[in-house]
């Protein structure tokens, strides 16, 4: 106790077996690599449950050998943390272990071993996610068995949307049927997959299918978004007035933009393509007519 100096004081107390006190004395001193030497002396000279016990007393000591391990023993951690009975902290071992392997047959288990982990734990909402983790990399390793494409390591978005894109529509369909995807969601997947690979056919056929369920602004979205703006002229009729407005505005088409303007008495989208027009005489008269037509008419 008349030592002053953690560095001198606490390998003095590992030698007359004060493990604990020697651990907090590390602790106090502030210096990690102190802490450290305690640590791993304690372990070298305790049996593994005489050691937990030790360490399991000291917060910090415990949180700092936890960190060590994981970086150096995975071993001793997977000991450690199964004598603590931290089941949620095994499982996201096990998940960090799926990512680590190569063999898919070894991923699965890993991920099979994280899902009796977190039923342990009663973690309900983070072995559904596992569970569904599990059967999407399991549909992605048979899709690449059968397509001879890569799709592993992708969401489930991902993953469907890359079917839309390579034409694999009825895989598509099934994947989705599979993991519940909405209807609502599933359309936006296809309409913004064809969009990005330009099969205007296939996005025509879909909104002759059935009534959108997100309206038919983002097929024209899309269309823009690629630069095709003559197939986004196909689904202006069937857009809503006050939204097709909008999109004949985005499309620069302002002279039908000015008529729709004015059959809905729109006055504020009228000075719009006003300032958007200032260099077409023609446009400016024609928009100027309306205003004017509105104006005495109130």
Known sequence: EHEVRADKQVPLLLKLGQGAQALNKAIV?????????????????????????????????ARLYNKYCSQYNKAA?????????DWNALAKQSLIESYNV?????????????????????SDFNLSATEETSKLLNHQSKLEEKLGR???????????????????????DKLRAEFKVSDRKYLWLRIRALGRTKQWGELANLSKSKKSLIGFGPFVDVCVEAGCN????????????????KYLMKLGMFADAADLAFTLKNIEALTAIEVKSVNNFSLLERVAAHKQKLQSSR
């Open 230 to 245: 003559d197939e986004a002229l196909r689904y202006l009729p069937l857009i809503q007035p006050e939204e097709r407005l």
């Open 29 to 61: 001193s502030g210096d990690t690599d102190l802490i450290y030497h305690v640590i791993l002396s304690l372990q070298e000279q305790h049996s593994t449950a005489e050691f937990h016990m030790i360490i399991r007393g000291v917060d910090l000591g």
């Open 77 to 85: 951690l997977q000991s450690w943390l199964q004598q603590e009975d």
């Open 102 to 122: 190569g063999r898919i047959e070894s991923r699965l288990s890993s991920l099979v071993t994280a899902q009796e982990y977190y039923k342990k734990a009663r």
């Open 150 to 172: 890569v799709y592993m390591n992708k969401s489930l978005h991902a993953t469907i949307s890359q079917l839309v894109e390579e034409g694999e529509f009825k895989l598509a």
